[in-house]
C-alpha cells in the first residue's frame, strides 16, 4: 500500500507484528496555533511555484490536512498591489485555516503587508525566514534574517504587534553547521509573542541536499517553553511521520514534496491517526479526478494559457502516479487546450493504466543548479 513500512519479502509476518507504526499519542490530541483551531497536525507547506489555490483545494476535498501555507510573498510586492503577489496570496472560504507566508527585511513594509493578509483571509501570517534561494536572500529576507538576531527579532514582533491574528515563523536550523541559531531565535520568538516555530531541519548551506537533522529540530522543541514546533523536511511516509514526531518532540509536521509525489498523503495520515493503518489505496479512477480537479482549478482561477502551461509543469508527477499510457502523456506535455486535456483524461479512463500502481516516488522539484551561494 502507498506509504506503508515495507513488508519483508523473505518471512511472513506474525499475526502480533503490526504493518504500520504505532500513532504518537500527540497525533490525537485537540491542536490550536494562537487561537487558531488546526483540525490536524499534518500541514501543507508552501512550495514554490507549485502550492497554489487550486492545489490546496484539491487537497483539502480529500481529507486529513491540517493547516495550508501559500507560496512565498513578497511584501513589497504586497502592498504595492503587484499581480503576482495578489495572485500568490489569493484564497476564498473554502482554503481554511489558511496561512499566507510573506518576506522582506523591512519592518514598516512587514507591517502592512501582514496587515493586508490578515484583511484578505488569512488565518495566520507566517515570516519566512527559510528560503536559501538568493533572490530573497539578497535584500536581506529569507535565511539571511537568521544571521542578525536582534534585527530579526525586532522585524518578528513588528509584525506580531501589527497583524491582528497569529504569527508564525518558518526558518531553518542556521545559515550553516557553525551557525546554528534556531534555538536561540526561538525562545526569542516565544517571549516576544510569535504562535509557532515551522522548522526545516537542514542550514542554507545545504539547500534541500543532505539528510534533515532531527537532532537540531529537538534542539528547537527543547529550548522554548510551550510555542509550538512544527518541524518539516524529508516527511514522505507514515513512517517518516511517526517518527519525526517520536524523534523531535514536534507538535506537528509540515509536507511538502511528500504532497505533491502523493496528493493523497494527508488522507491516509488522517486514517492512521484514527485507526492505526492508512485505508485502501486511491484508486486509478480517484487519480483521474484529482488530475482533473486540479487542473480545472488553474483553469477557473488563471485561464487557459497559464493552467496548462503549469499543468505541463507537474505532468510527470501525474503520469507516474496514473501510469497513464505514454501516447497520452506525450500528447499532455505539450497541452495548449482545456478541450485536449479533457478529451486525453476521458480517453485515459477507458484505457486504464499501463501497469500496477505506483506506490511512493520522489518528486522533483528543481532548484537552481550550481553552488548554493550563487542561488
Request: aromatic share 8%.
Amino acid at each position: 500500500m502507498l506509504y506503508a513500512v515495507p513488508q519483508p519479502r523473505s518471512r511472513s509476518l506474525s499475526p502480533a507484528e503490526p504493518l504500520y507504526p504505532p500513532v504518537p499519542p500527540i497525533a490525537r490530541e485537540p491542536f490550536a496555533i494562537g487561537g487558531v483551531a488546526i483540525p490536524s497536525r499534518f500541514f501543507l507547506a508552501p512550495l514554490a511555484g507549485y502550492t497554489s489555490l487550486a492545489y490546496r483545494l484539491a487537497v483539502r476535498e480529500l481529507g486529513g490536512l491540517g493547516l495550508a501555507t501559500t507560496d512565498l510573498v513578497n511584501a513589497r510586492s504586497l502592498i504595492e498591489h503587484r499581480r503576482r503577489a495578489l495572485e500568490l496570496s489569493e484564497t476564498c472560504p473554502a482554503d481554511k485555516p489558511l496561512s499566507i507566508q510573506i518576506y522582506g527585511q523591512v519592518a514598516s513594509e512587514m507591517e502592512q503587508a501582514a496587515r493586508h493578509v490578515a484583511a484578505h483571509g488569512a488565518s495566520i501570517v507566517d515570516i519566512n525566514m527559510g528560503c536559501p534561494v538568493r533572490k530573497v536572500v539578497r535584500i536581506g529576507g529569507g535565511s539571511a534574517l537568521m544571521c542578525q538576531a536582534d534585527r530579526a527579532t525586532e522585524l518578528v514582533e513588528a509584525v506580531v504587534k501589527a497583524a491582528g491574528v497569529p504569527v508564525t515563523v518558518k526558518m531553518r536550523l542556521g545559515w550553516d553547521d557553525e551557525s546554528l541559531t534556531a534555538p536561540a531565535l526561538a525562545r526569542a520568538f516565544e517571549q516576544i509573542g510569535v504562535a509557532a516555530v515551522i522548522i526545516h531541519g537542514r542550514t542554507r548551506e545545504q539547500g534541500f541536499s543532505g539528510q534533515v537533522n532531527r537532532s537540531g529540530i529537538k534542539a528547537v522543541v527543547d529550548a522554548v517553553d510551550s510555542m509550538p514546533i512544527v518541524a518539516n523536511g524529508d516527511v514522505r511516509s507514515i513512517a517518516d511521520a511517526a517518527s519525526m514526531m517520536e524523534e523531535t518532540g514536534c507538535a506537528a509536521v509540515s509536507i511538502g514534496r511528500g504532497s505533491l509525489a502523493n496528493p493523497f498523503f494527508f488522507r491516509q495520515l488522517d486514517h492512521w491517526v484514527r485507526t492505526g493503518e492508512p485505508g485502501p489505496d486511491p484508486s486509478f479512477d480517484e487519480r483521474l479526478d484529482f488530475m482533473s480537479i486540479h487542473f480545472h482549478g488553474l483553469l477557473d482561477r488563471r485561464g487557459e494559457h497559464f493552467a496548462c502551461l503549469q499543468f505541463r509543469k507537474i505532468l510527470k508527477w501525474y503520469y507516474h502516479f496514473t501510469r497513464m499510457p505514454k501516447k497520452y502523456y506525450l500528447e499532455l506535455i505539450n497541452l495548449r487546450s482545456s478541450e485536449v486535456f479533457d478529451r486525453v483524461v476521458a480517453e485515459v479512463r477507458a484505457e486504464g493504466p499501463w501497469g500496477p500502481l505506483p506506490g511512493h516516488f520522489e518528486a522533483h522539484v528543481p532548484v537552481p543548479s550550481g553552488p548554493i551561494e550563487a542561488w
